[in-house]
């Protein structure tokens, strides 16, 4: 059954206004978002289900199922209606989490911990972790959930390790990395768990790829959505040295700055910093660390406070700068993975703080995906060219992109959220067609550069083809090749 959820649907609990409006073959159907009630609120831990969770809710009895919304739609809610459901019909009921990134699983991990301590209101472990960071560890198989990375949790499937065994259940967050260089074990996963009969449930962005997968995996329950609990408003800031205002220019030179690159990274902190002073929570997405720390660097121009205390850089007495912009008291921090991890917390919990100084967040896309931090505008700085082939490409990909404005919006705060997507000096042609390559995917073209760019994983990878609706004039590969490359390419991975 393919259920989509249109976009007029509304989710605002002070005004009341919790319509669904969901289709169903041809029949548009309007409900209300269920509100939860006393004695399962130890299970599902909110007021009201929003539309996507309340769908699934209605609708999700067993058998493989896909949730394809956009990021920050509340999949987290569709896991713990996945456990209320299993539970009660099994007290034996055990399932695997997995996801492309450590970060990710290690806060999934001690968020399923408290989750779990506060069902049985106990201390006993019930949620254990498995990651490259844990490669020796002996994984607890009595847990009811196990959170692992892609790479562990086909390791463990590719040699039937004994945690996988008695297994009810596999969700696969962020499904969608399966068109990038994360997700390339995704094809060994669902292959795996499908031959052994596990039932998937995967989630994911909406991405046209979905309507491929759905039919590999023959689920039963496909819930597509482009609705958000809160709005969000795109926008473009194309940075070329004729786009940029005269005063800002101005200004430039009275500080003796003429490198363009350096003139953007100050109109994109200078607009972060006019946000910022409102009030608003502010991310900034680089491409790179290196773009990253030169933007805490230049950050010392507007008089910005850094939160940091690792930095690769030495601090200069800028008070000869301080005519730039008063000092609003306005902190700013580059989050990486170079920092130490309890930095790296001490960050994070500052920007989540509402009363907290730190407004401006500087980020490559590891946060994005690993870490649940949302804020009220995303500036995401984008790079676009032609490749050897003359094929468009952008730095960060579509995907990417699509994860950082997952970041935006913070609900029960603010009632929309806001994306620049600011791209540098990328040439004319690609920048009158940018909404295209940006929000749009063409299928063939990724699997080319896939098969190009990952000759491991080859085989498996055209083992799933096979079933796609793009390449079915192409069955050539069948389970004996697949089998075959298991027992003997895929060693060089271990």
């Known amino acids: 059954m393919d259920i989509y959820i249109l976009e007029n649907s ?3 609990i002070e005004k009341e206004q919790l319509n669904i409006y969901y289709k169903i073959e041809d029949k548009i159907n309007k409900d209300k978002c269920v509100k939860i009630e006393q004695d399962l609120k130890d299970f599902i831990p909110y007021e009201y289900l929003n539309p996507i969770q309340t769908i699934f809710f209605k609708y ?11 990021t920050s739609s509340g999949k987290t809610g569709i896991i713990y209606i996945t456990f209320y459901k299993n539970y009660q019909k099994n007290k034996d009921f055990k399932f695997i989490y997995t996801a492309p990134t450590k970060a990710l699983i290690e806060e999934k991990f001690n968020e399923f911990s408290r989750y779990f301590n506060n069902i049985f209101k106990d201390n006993k ?12 560890k002996k994984v607890d198989k009595d847990c009811i959930l196990i959170t692992t990375t892609f790479d562990s949790l086909a390791i463990a499937l590719r040699n039937n390790l004994d945690w996988i065994d008695n297994r009810n259940l596999i969700i696969i967050d962020e499904v969608h990395s399966f068109i990038n260089n994360m997700g390339k074990f995704i094809p060994e996963i669902l292959a795996i768990s499908l031959e052994k009969n596990i039932p998937l ?8 790829i979905v309507n491929d997968l759905k039919d590999y ?12 609990p809160v709005k969000l408003n795109k926008y473009y800031i194309h940075l070329t040295m004729d786009n940029i205002e005269r005063n800002f220019l101005n200004k430039m030179k009275e500080l003796k700055i003429t490198k363009a690159k350096d003139m953007y990274i100050l109109y994109v902190l200078k607009e972060a910093y006019n946000r910022a002073i409102l009030g608003e929570k502010v991310i900034i997405f680089t491409w790179s660390k290196k773009l990253g720390w030169q933007f805490l660097q230049k950050s010392i121009l507007f008089n910005l406070k850094i939160f940091n205390k690792t930095i690769n850089f030495e ?14 008291n306005i902190w700013i921090a580059f989050h990486n993975a170079d920092i130490p991890y309890d930095e790296r917390k001490e960050i994070e919990e500052a920007f989540r703080d509402e009363q907290s100084d730190l407004k401006i967040l500087i980020s490559t896309q590891t946060l994005a995906l690993g870490v649940n931090l949302p804020a009220d505008t995303a500036f995401i700085n984008i790079k676009a060219y032609y490749d050897d082939q003359f094929n468009v490409s952008l730095l960060p990909s579509n995907l990417d992109i699509i ?14 959220g806001f994306s620049f997507r600011t791209t540098w000096s990328i040439p004319y042609n690609i920048r009158k067609n940018i909404d ?12 080319k550069k896939y098969l190009d760019n990952s000759s491991i994983y080859n085989n498996i990878f055209l083992l799933i083809l096979s079933s796609f609706k793009i390449f079915k004039d192409e069955r050539l590969i069948y389970k004996s090749i697949f089998y075959r490359y298991l027992k003997n390419s895929l060693k060089e991975i271990e």
């Open 217 to 228: 995996i023959k689920s039963t329950l496909n819930i597509i959505s482009n609705f958000r």
């Open 436 to 447: 295209y390559y940006i929000d749009n995917f063409d299928s063939k073209l990724f699997i």
């Open 315 to 328: 601090l200069e007495n800028n008070s000869k700068n301080s005519n730039v912009n008063e000092n609003k």
């Open 403 to 416: 994860q950082e404005e997952g970041r935006v919006g913070r609900f029960g705060l603010k009632e929309e």
């Open 10 to 12: 509304s989710f605002n």
């Open 201 to 208: 449930i995967l989630l994911s962005a909406t991405l046209p």
């Open 125 to 136: 472990k019930r949620v254990d972790i498995k990651t490259g960071d844990y490669f020796t």
């Open 60 to 70: 999700y009895e067993q058998g493989n199922c896909i949730v394809s919304t956009p």
